[in-house]
């Protein structure tokens, strides 16, 4: 059994002592980001990985070292990468999630239920043709909210194996949502993949993903507490 720590902080939960825990790169592109909402996230997100892993390795959060270099142009703003620990943050609206696992590969992707996102447009590009037709059982918002679904699913699974934007989504096809979330066929791709929803309430839908033939558990923390000292 593959236990997996998704530890959750909201917006609300930022506060400006935090980036006493970031780096100067880290520091440098949270200054960057023009819209609070953006920078909470950004915020929140980096201090849930260094405080964890501070408690973890007996150190001060600003002290874990991190990488964060793109795999493809070396720039620091690839997937947060740290000695020992395989990590998964995602972030939408107000919800901030981190994913742990000591040695098994994480995807963690939690979105926003828009009800009034385009499901014809993104679909046409993130999802498969048997997903096309399955999603046009629904309308309104349960549609709105069975496409999250879909693309949670996805998003979860990519980031897992790290492709990630690379991947095209149409090809990774994912259980209905109203089954249980499995990975039911991606072209090129023969690894093994875990993939289990996560309750967040109505207004958010989550996955996560473990490339592990075992079954996962999954312990939602509450960050909050984390963050406020």
């Known amino acids: 059994m593959s236990v997996v720590e998704v530890w959750w902080g909201r917006v609300g939960d930022a506060r400006p002592e935090l980036a006493e825990d970031l780096n100067a790169v880290e520091r440098g592109r949270l200054a960057a980001y023009a819209r609070d909402g953006d920078k909470a996230r950004f915020l929140v997100g980096c201090a849930i990985v260094r405080r964890v892993l ?10 874990v070292r991190l990488d964060r270099s793109c795999p493809d142009c070396g720039r620091p703003h690839g997937k947060v990468r740290a000695p020992g620990v395989e990590l998964s943050v995602s972030h939408s609206g107000e919800l901030v999630g981190v994913a742990f696992h000591p040695g098994v590969a994480v995807g963690l992707d939690v979105e926003v239920v828009d009800p009034g996102i385009d499901t014809d447009a993104l679909g046409s590009v993130s999802l498969a043709d048997v997903e096309v037709e399955e999603l046009g059982r629904y309308d309104g918002t349960g549609r709105a909210r069975a496409f999250t679904t879909y693309w949670a699913r996805k998003e979860a699974v990519v980031k897992a194996t790290g492709d990630g934007i690379r991947a095209d989504l149409r090809k990774v096809v994912v259980s209905p949502p109203d089954q249980d979330a499995r990975l039911v066929e991606w072209a090129g791709y023969d690894g093994t ?3 289990v929803d996560l ?9 996560l993903a473990a490339l592990t033939e075992t079954e996962l558990t999954v312990h939602s923390i509450d960050a909050g507490p984390l963050l406020a000292h």
């Open 54 to 63: 501070g408690v973890q390795l007996l150190m001060p959060p600003a002290s």
């Open 193 to 195: 993949v875990r993939l």
């Open 199 to 207: 309750e967040v309430g109505s207004r958010h839908a989550a996955a």
